[in-house]
């Protein structure tokens, strides 16, 4: 991805030092703040509204400068930066608690794989869209008999000639309704199970397509179901071979394990006991508690850095990032679980103004989908212990 | 710096590796002298190699003979000898002892670097005074005599302490116990008159001593450092000390992990596979995840150690603890997965679980330094 040659120290300096001058005139100081709400995180697409000027103006900022997706090429809407500098900006956007300008399933899911399996004409259409934030996307993978086994899945395109008419349904599609695309994994061969699953991207406003929002236990209701009625799709918008989807399905899922992971990194909170100080002076086992998970934490923010090195220079396994999500997750189960006692009865109010309308529990039962989500624990256990350890099969 | 080892790192850890496994092997090194009952613990031939592959002296500076190497470098030996349980010096040496030498002056380090540096000199550390790890709990008194000082107290289980030639020792000048200001650090030859010793043999073989010191007369030359000041070497000491035993776990562990992976994949039982039982595989999945995670602290410790970073004692701190739980947890599940066999003093992973246990030790376990995450973090 790399477009810049590996440097010279001097010329990283010199590139740090042109980033914060950068990111001091363009980051507004209220896009440093912590997120507070939803809202707050910009996912683009076209029917996004601005939540502030500055959220618009810092977005515009990156959007022209490529820093939306920074080790994307130039040609694709990125900054063309190599490992280093995207190292390099990453921290000192960290340093200033910099909001990510652009959140979205097209930069870290579905942009990964057109990256690799995209024909050139699909990076600069697809790709493009997605660093300029101008279409929102969603991920059709799961269905209501497929889940953790998810080459079961059933989704039918019927070949008509240049067009595949699709037929089926997906469940807990994140913000289905939201999205103007989505990128769903279509049975094209019902003979074959692996090699008879096609990678297909279409319009979310296509007719014959509907969602239906589903409640969680956190009473917000993010993902789906997604039912598709004879929806036309045209056959250039396929990615990747006939039939062979399921090798674009397994890379992206890679991308998603990874970016899910990212959770354990504990955003601002770099240490729970620093941010419940009196809590943990007032009980000496909750303080216990704090400092093994901060060891924890300090230790999996070095695994994180260490697997984005690791991949970077080819050294890493294809299947760590399977191992980067289960850590990740669980240990984001964990810090909820904490910060609920911290808050004592506090934490238990759900609607009430001071609790910011039940914040922190709803926050809370969140984190229970992040072991279930993208493949579960279970499943990221199973895909270690085969592909990296090799353990036999049964 | 990215955190992976660079080109040269990457060749040293593959000459350690090497090495390790032949000459270092467990066969040959550990069952050996323990089966001896060697008053060492450790073969003295194997550290004059170490001094010819330059381990011995990898962090002594060029001026004095060694290699000028870092924590990164150090971690890298470490992790190959604890993956191998190889016996020997060099963290008490090599690591801990070349770091207080290097605060010394130009006749201190002419007396003891270049035989360090040769693989034949052995220094013991002899900080601790309790039986678990508090450094600035020090009661030891080195009272002015003539030119020089006079050393009264006692230091337990002084690590090589048996073997060593000198000990570089921590007392008090000033001030009371757990006060990090009043303290000095000490070059002191074992040979010194009132020094006496009574060696112990620990739960993994390796040999600590129990030190008197009644009147140990040395002079001013053997002073590391400033008098009074001494908590400035000490720290250097403990974080070289507390990153190459972290370095070491993780090797313990990681080889742990390794033998007992083989051997899911060749013990069978009701007609398959014992490593194709999920409720083992899941096990060993979590076990890999810790190792891989630990791994990444330790050497985020040291490159922060190399860095002079601000935070570096913080990591070094996560990095003990961290390598500390997963190695534990490593050998732990080693024996467990073994069955009966894990019991027997054929099977090596014992052997593990034994070091396993020293090293968790040294310098601080993992409550210790949790512990000072915590006050580090300000709570
Ligand atoms: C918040 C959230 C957002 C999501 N977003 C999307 C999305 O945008 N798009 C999308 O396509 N999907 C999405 N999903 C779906 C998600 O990928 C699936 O829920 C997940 O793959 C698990 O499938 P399942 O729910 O059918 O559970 P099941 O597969 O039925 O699993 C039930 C339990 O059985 C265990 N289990 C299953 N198989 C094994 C095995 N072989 N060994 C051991 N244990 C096993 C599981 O670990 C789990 O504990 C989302 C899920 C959540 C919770």
Redesign the pocket.
Known sequence: MAEAAPNPAGDLDAFRAETREWLDANCPPEMRLPVQDEDDVCWGGRDWSFKSPAQKSWFDACVAKGYTVPDWPKAYGGAGLDAARTKILKQEMARIHARPPLSSFGIWMLGPALLHFGTEEQKVHYLGEIARGEIRW?????EPGA???LVSLQTFGRDEGDHWVVNGQ?V???YADKADWIFCLVRTDKDDKYRGISFLLFDMASEGVSTKPIKLISGNSP?CETFFDDVKVPKDQIVGELNRGWDVAKYLLGHEREMISGGGLGGAMVSIGAAFKAEAKADPILRTDFARFDVDTLAFRAMAERFVDQMKSGQGHPAQPNMMKYAGTELNKRRHELVMTAGGSDALEWDSAASDEGKRPRGWLRTK?NS????????ML?VIAKRILELPDA | MPLILDDDQTMLRDTAHEFMMGEGSIAKQLRHWRDMQCKDGFGHDLWRQFGEMGFAGMLASEADGGLGMGAVEAGVVMEEIGRNLTPSPFLSTAIVGVTALAAADDDARARWLPGIVEGRTILGIAIDEGARHDPSNIAMTATKSGNGFKLDGRKRAVLQGASADALIVVARTSGAAGDTQGLTVFAVPTDAAGLSRDAVRLVDSSMAAHCDFDGVEVDGGSVIGDVDNGWAVVSKMLAAGRAGAASEAVGVGGGAMDITFEYLKGRKQFGRHIGSF?ALQHRAAHLYSEIEIARAAVLKACQLIDENADNAELMVSVAKAKAGDAANLAVREGVQMHGGVGMTDEYDIGLYMKRDRALAEYFGDGRYHANRVAELLGY
Do not use: L, M, P
């Open positions: 969603c991920q059709g993978y799961s889940g953790s086994d997906k807990w599609t994140s993902f989908a279930i989500e993208g493949g579960t624990s279970e499943v199973n | 999920q």
